[in-house]
C-alpha cells in the first residue's frame, strides 16, 4: 500500500483546509486510516483516525473542529479542519494499517499563522 496526501499550505487563525490521501495498492486490505501530526519539537500524536466501518476517534485539542471522513470504494479519507488556531501548525501524516502492518505517508505541512 502506498499513500498520497495532499492539502497543507497556509492559512491564517481562524480559516479551513481540507487534507486528502489516496490509497493505491493492496488498499483492500486496509482497516484504519487517518493523520498524525507532529509540530516541532513534539512527539507525533494522533489528530483523527477512522475505521474501515466509520468509527471515528480525535485529539481532544481538535474536536468539534476537525472532521475525518473516508470512502472506502475511492480508498482516500480526508481531514476537514476548521478554525485553525497556530497550536495545529504541524506536519500531518496520514497512516493506513490493517492487520500486523501499517503504513505512512509523505508529511504535508500546515501553518497557521496568528
Known amino acids: 500500500v502506498q499513500l498520497q496526501a495532499c492539502g497543507g499550505g497556509l492559512v491564517q487563525t481562524g480559516g479551513s483546509l481540507r487534507l486528502s490521501c489516496v490509497a493505491s495498492?493492496?488498499?483492500?486490505?486496509?482497516?484504519?486510516m487517518g493523520w498524525y501530526r507532529q509540530a516541532p519539537g513534539n512527539q507525533r500524536e494522533l489528530a483523527a483516525g477512522?475505521?474501515?466501518?466509520?468509527?471515528?476517534r480525535y485529539a481532544d485539542s481538535v474536536k468539534g473542529r476537525f472532521t475525518i471522513s473516508r470512502d472506502n470504494g475511492k480508498n482516500t479519507v480526508w481531514l476537514q479542519m476548521n478554525n485553525l488556531k497556530p497550536e495545529d501548525t504541524a506536519v500531518y501524516y496520514c497512516?493506513?494499517?490493517?492487520?500486523?502492518?501499517?503504513?505512512w505517508g509523505q508529511g504535508t505541512l500546515v501553518t497557521v499563522s496568528s
Open positions: 497512516y493506513a494499517g490493517g492487520e500486523g502492518w501499517n503504513v
Open positions: 495498492g493492496s488498499a483492500g486490505s486496509i482497516n484504519g
Open positions: 477512522i475505521s474501515r466501518g466509520g468509527s471515528t
